[in-house]
């Protein structure tokens, strides 16, 4: 099984969320981290080994395949799904209607409760943001607050005072909010606190 190679051989691609080569890298000294990796972003990696020859690995033709009817492998005891359904997991398990019915409202609560949250939240207000997940707590500026197309539920988009954000207000080629790259950012409304934030002075800290 072939499940790698060398790293002199190698040349990496970044391509932007609507497929846009951005950059290209074959520098060995270079780290992945030297890529300015955002969201939908892709890295594309080109094996550039000349001694491999060109379709030894990718021409499946030549690869013997297994195959099964959905008949033969639903009457094989030995499979996958036959350990699923024994042992009651995932989508096979019992599911009692009672705590199905308990994790729907409690769905329904968060999801309303997280409504209320940003719509008490202005845009053009001042704020801080402290997600303990993603230090440090940072000002900036309510830019954007509703729903969007790269995650469900209810977002707000901040404009940083400092450069700690991931965009500029884009997000997967759409644009909610216009900000420098790089101080945009979307939090979720439990991790905004709206006040009289003033943009800190470096220079005091």
Same mark, same amino acid.
């Given at each position: 099984?072939?499940?790698?190679?060398?790293?002199?051989?190698?040349?990496?691609?970044?391509?932007?969320?609507?497929?846009?080569?951005?950059?290209?890298?074959?520098?060995?000294?270079?780290?992945?981290?030297?890529?300015?990796?955002?969201?939908?972003?892709?890295?594309?990696?080109?094996?550039?080994?000349?001694?491999?020859?060109?379709?030894?690995?990718?021409?499946?033709?030549?690869?013997?395949?297994?195959?099964?009817?959905? =008949?033969?492998?639903?009457?094989?005891?030995? @499979? #996958?799904?036959?350990? !699923?359904?024994?042992?009651?997991?995932? /989508? $096979?398990?019992?599911?009692?209607?009672?705590?199905?019915?308990?994790?729907?409202?409690?769905?329904?609560?968060?999801?309303?409760?997280?409504?209320?949250?940003?719509?008490?939240?202005?845009?053009?207000?001042?704020?801080?943001?402290?997600?303990?997940?993603?230090?440090?707590?940072?000002?900036?500026?309510?830019?954007?607050?509703?729903?969007?197309?790269?995650?469900?539920?209810?977002?707000?988009?901040?404009?940083?005072? =400092?450069?700690?954000?991931?965009?500029?207000? @884009? #997000?997967?080629?759409? !644009?909610?909010?216009?900000?420098?790259? /790089? $101080?945009?950012?979307?939090?979720?409304?439990?991790?905004?606190?709206?006040?009289?934030?003033?943009?800190?002075?470096?220079?005091?800290?």
């Amino acid at each position: 099984m072939i499940v790698g190679s060398s790293a002199s051989y190698m040349e990496l691609q970044l391509f932007d969320a609507n497929g846009k080569l951005m950059v290209s890298m074959s520098d060995d000294a270079a780290l992945l981290g030297s890529f300015p990796i955002e969201d939908n972003m892709r890295i594309h990696v080109i094996d550039k080994d000349a001694t491999r020859t060109v379709g030894e690995y990718e021409d499946v033709s030549k690869v013997e395949k297994f195959e099964i009817s959905a =008949e033969e492998y639903s009457a094989r005891t030995d @499979s #996958v799904r036959a350990f !699923k359904i024994k042992n009651k997991i995932g /989508k $096979y398990a019992d599911k009692d209607p009672e705590e199905e019915k308990k994790r729907e409202e409690e769905q329904l609560r968060k999801a309303a409760e997280e409504e209320a949250l940003a719509k008490a939240i202005t845009v053009g207000s001042r704020c801080e943001v402290n997600n303990p997940k993603v230090p440090p707590v940072k000002r900036g500026t309510v830019m954007f607050v509703g729903k969007t197309d790269f995650k469900p539920g209810w977002w707000v988009g901040i404009q940083y005072d =400092e450069p700690h954000g991931k965009n500029d207000g @884009s #997000v997967g080629g759409k !644009k909610y909010f216009e900000c420098p790259d /790089k $101080y945009g950012g979307f939090t979720k409304p439990n991790f905004v606190t709206v006040g009289d934030f003033p943009e800190e002075d470096l220079d005091e800290m």
